[in-house]
């Protein structure tokens, strides 16, 4: 008997989850620029460092000169995951971005198994810090949905949502948001640096 949850309609989500771990677990802690090239599309858009570029080339290279000052840089996981359609977005833990343990999040929209836009936050709002977009209306707003498939597959759970603020490349903000019966009860909030 086959006990993997069957298809509850979140198919794209849970597949677009597990290519954003494969890219980071695999491929960038392996140092495998090929997958990157491979789970990327030729003209991916980046905003990364508070610079925006186009074409996966570049962000490879990009990504390379961010190994060389900080060559022990380790994904350590991806908490929380949200996904809706073509959308996914996590808080990226690591090590080695600096004397300490540290958060970023990134924002990707995935189209046919590639990744075709990406946004990272480097820093990490301190609580009380006032975030400078938060007047602006989201250009991007992610909703995990209820769905079993993705709990159990990739760890998206319900109540989880992303907003993405800003206007200019380099001043955006990221606002993870977790929900229950209502009520706002966790926040994490970024900025692209």
């Known amino acids: 008997m086959d006990r993997r949850p069957q298809g509850d309609g979140y198919e794209l989500e849970r597949d677009n989850c597990i290519q954003f771990l494969l890219v980071d677990f695999l491929g960038w802690n392996n140092r495998r620029w090929d997958m990157h090239e491979h789970y990327h599309s030729s003209d991916v858009y980046v905003e990364m460092m508070g610079v925006a570029t186009t074409g996966v080339e570049k962000h490879i290279a990009d990504m390379q000169n961010v190994i060389k000052e900080y060559p022990g840089m380790l994904i350590l996981r991806h908490t929380p995951p949200v996904a809706e359609g073509e959308w996914t977005a996590s808080v990226v833990h690591q090590v080695g971005f600096g004397p300490d343990a540290t958060a970023t999040a990134a924002v990707h929209r995935h189209r046919e198994g590639q990744m075709v836009e990406e946004y990272w936050f480097s820093r990490e709002l301190s609580e009380g810090e006032p975030d400078p977009y938060a007047h602006e209306e989201p250009f991007i707003t992610i909703t995990s949905p209820d769905s079993h498939l993705l ?8 109540g989880w949502s992303v907003a993405v603020r800003g206007s200019e490349v380099g001043k955006r903000s990221a606002t993870f ?15 692209a640096t």
């Open 177 to 191: 948001t977790r929900q229950e019966d209502g009520k706002v009860v966790e926040q994490l909030r970024f900025l």
């Open 151 to 158: 709990q159990v597959a990739v760890d998206v759970r319900p």
